[in-house]
């Protein structure tokens, strides 16, 4: 089956540094993507999200990219900062009657002082 | 009120114990989700009910069993559970079944004995 994965299951940046977070998908159908972040002891939290039809969306501090040719999707995080630290999920919804998310495996994003 | 509810935030059950999860959202979605996530993984989907009506069943054993007594409420029954079953239990809302956009609670973690 389509599948949403990770480059890599963790990363360790210096205060103050950006953070990439890298995210591949397979699905080509894929038409809906967002990034959450979960600290522990909690539910995921919604960052940002972003559809097939752009290929690069702003936030606060954040910013994804979407590469709909390679399939490749990526978070990056300004400045990032201790409250940072967390696990980031992909996820991604393809068109289709199921439409539901298919989240990737997460990685684990450290902010070092 | 953007946020959902979930109680307890911790439950510890016997293998012949029968308990129930709660979750409440206040937001007037009409979506409601049930996910089961594993240390270190990324969330499964369990359940979606649809304007209270069960649309999606991902093959959950009969020993989780869904309840939606209104579009505010969300309940998961649990009887006769395995130590296999121990994980963090999220629920979810959306606006609508195929919306995209999901806001998780803080969820309760489960550990049967």
């Known amino acids: 089956g389509e599948s949403v994965g990770l480059h890599l299951p963790t990363l360790s940046v210096q205060e103050g540094d950006n953070s990439i977070i890298n995210c591949a998908y397979s699905n080509s159908a894929s038409d809906y993507f967002i990034w959450y972040k979960q600290e522990s002891g909690k539910g995921p939290q919604f960052i940002i999200d972003i559809r097939s039809n752009m290929d690069k969306r702003q936030g606060q501090r954040v910013t994804v990219l979407l590469n709909k040719t390679v399939k490749h999707l990526s978070l990056q995080i300004a400045a990032t900062q201790p409250g940072d630290s967390a696990v980031y999920f992909c996820a991604e919804k393809s068109s289709g009657s199921a439409r539901q998310l298919t989240f990737g495996s997460g990685t684990q994003l450290t902010v070092l002082p | ?113």
């Open chain 2, 1 to 113: 009120d953007t946020e959902v509810t979930q109680t307890p935030k911790h439950l510890v059950m016997g293998m012949t114990n029968k308990k129930s999860l709660k979750c409440e959202q206040h937001m007037g979605h009409r979506a409601m989700y049930w996910y089961k996530q594993k240390a270190k993984k990324p969330p499964e989907l369990m359940f979606v009910y649809s304007y209270e009506k069960l649309s999606i069943n991902e093959s959950v054993p009969s020993r989780f069993s869904p309840e939606c007594p209104n579009s505010s409420l969300l309940n998961l029954h649990l009887h006769a559970l395995q130590p296999e079953d121990s994980a963090l239990y999220l629920c979810a809302s959306s606006w609508g079944q195929l919306n995209e956009k999901l806001f998780f609670g803080s969820g309760t973690q489960l550990s049967v004995l």
